[in-house]
């Protein structure tokens, strides 16, 4: 029992913090994510030509790079692009970005792309009659995108975008290699000061497997809570 | 320009290598009932939708009150106000209870406040017989409810004229009557209305004039007696002559 308790003061500090840090780390790349994610889906179905192609360049740019690799670029290469600029007489400094921040972006934009693709996929399943309809009564493309199409596909895009939320707590790990202190960070930490590895990557890995049920667990209430009356029937549960 | 509210003129419209519309033009007069009928895949259904530009025509002019709505620089989503529309599958704003179906309109396009949106919205389904159903979503109604709440949502727009594109055709024999009343309610109380359908009765009992068309054109024009009794077209007899022997005894006993 002692023996527990000694662990549990070794370890606990460390990892409270690195909790923190993933979770913050991870909604505010959710969080960027939609933000550029929305955008480059609704553009990829109703935006004229040029504009489509610029978003589906985003989409496959960093859905077909590694993450290390955007996160880098993003950290490591990006002052580069500054000094140049600053050669150049140019502004360059704001290049040069704090790790976490670098951490936000490449996260962020990374998930954006595959957030891009499971909006897509929702707002096409919504019927073109929908579109039609509200233009009928007189409104803008944009706002039967916003009042009418929108509400619709992000309900259907929950499930999708639970497993994105999952993915990020999960993989939001590689920030450790530009020295970001988020969990598995810690956990290394400690592992290289007292040597127990097996313990304690084990208890990391509980504190992930934690952190996602309790949010797939918020997730699936939301969805119950935002699910259309009369459409349950429809996927009658087996 | 004359008493017409909707003035179609020379309308073409190609899909990929088919002349759907190979020039029509008609005019629609307040207060009148035109239904157009016609095979299946004659651009009854695009003319419609060219008449609201749901669908762009390739050449030809719509105006709608007088204005055209086909100009470079018409403002079409405020003429499309004008022009109620509904459609054979209901299209129903499946996230939206039917208050909410007739409501957004009113505050998104007509940034009407809400409570007064509410008032009207209610108002508009009473007169399609539903209000007690307005807390309830399209998936909880049936075929004929949501086409009454989507006859209401296009009502409350406060339109010119009604287009009405097969309305009846995705519904249950037994539910076709309740919307074919809303439609006659409405017709008695003079609003305008381009119908197309393939319900004879509505069609005898109700129209002011009758278009049949056939590959892209206006066959044959005329009162519902006229295209019924005395067709000038050979066509126009062969075919109604056939529908009203699918669709059932609606003949002239009947009267």
Redesign the interface.
């Known amino acids: 029992m002692d023996g527990l308790l000694a662990f549990w003061n070794m370890i606990w500090p460390g990892l409270g913090k690195g909790i923190l840090v993933t979770l913050r780390v991870s909604a505010v790349a959710l969080a960027l994510g939609v933000a550029t994610g929305l955008p480059a889906a609704v553009m990829r179905v109703y935006a004229p030509r040029w504009l489509r192609r610029l978003s589906i360049a985003y989409i496959e740019a960093f859905r077909g790079t590694p993450l290390l690799v955007q996160l880098f670029v993003i950290y490591y290469g990006l002052p580069d692009v500054g000094f140049l600029l600053e050669r150049w007489g140019l502004p360059g400094q704001w290049l040069v970005l704090d790790n976490i921040v670098a951490a936000y972006l490449a996260l962020g934009l990374n998930s954006g792309a595959y957030q891009a693709e499971y909006f897509r996929g929702a707002i096409q399943a919504i019927?073109a009659?929908?579109m039609?309809?509200?233009?009928?009564?007189?409104?803008?493309r944009l706002?039967a995108i916003v009042?009418?199409v929108l509400?619709?596909a992000l309900?259907l895009a929950l499930p999708a975008w639970t497993n994105e939320v999952a993915y990020m707590v999960k993989y939001s790990s590689v920030v450790f290699i530009i020295a970001v202190p988020d969990l598995l960070a810690r956990g290394q930490f400690i592992i290289s000061k007292y040597y127990n590895p097996m313990e304690i990557l084990l208890t990391v890995g509980a504190v992930y497997l934690a952190m996602v049920l309790v949010i797939a667990t918020l997730m699936g209430r939301l969805e119950r809570r935002l699910r259309?009356?009369?459409?349950e029937?429809?996927v009658e549960r087996t | 320009m004359s008493q017409a509210i909707v003035r179609v003129e020379d309308l073409h419209k190609t899909y990929g290598e088919t002349d759907v519309l190979k020039g029509v033009s008609l005019e629609v007069d307040e207060g009148e009932v035109l239904v157009i009928i016609g095979p299946s895949g004659t651009g009854k259904s695009t003319l419609l939708r060219c008449i609201n530009l749901l669908a762009y025509p390739d050449r030809g002019h719509v105006w709608v009150d007088g204005e055209e709505i086909t100009a470079p620089h018409a403002d079409v989503n405020h003429i499309r106000e004008r022009l109620g529309m509904v459609f054979q599958d209901f299209n129903l704003f499946n996230h939206l209870t039917a208050m909410g179906n007739v409501m957004v309109g009113l505050t998104q396009v007509k940034r009407m406040p809400r409570q007064e949106a509410r008032e009207l919205a209610l108002f508009e389904l009473e007169r399609v017989g539903l209000q007690d159903k307005a807390d309830l979503y399209p998936a909880q109604l049936s075929g004929g409810q949501k086409q009454r709440v989507a006859i209401a949502r296009a009502l409350g727009m406060d339109p010119r004229v009604m287009l009405f594109d097969e309305p009846t055709s995705a519904l249950d024999p037994e539910l076709i009557g309740e919307v074919l009343e809303v439609m006659k309610k409405l017709a008695r109380e003079g609003m305008t209305m381009v119908v197309v359908t393939h319900e004879m009765g509505f069609a005898r009992e109700v129209s002011n004039r009758m278009i049949f068309m056939e590959h892209g054109v206006i066959v044959e024009e005329g009162p519902p007696d006229q295209l019924f009794y005395h067709p000038q077209h050979p066509r126009t007899g062969e075919f109604l002559g056939k529908i009203t022997e699918l669709y059932g005894h609606r003949k002239r006993e009947e009267e």
Request: proline share 8%; glycine share 16%; no cysteine.
């Open positions: 019927g009659g929908q039609m309809a509200a233009r009928a009564i007189g409104m803008t706002q009042h009418i509400p619709q309900r259309i009356p009369g459409m029937l429809e």
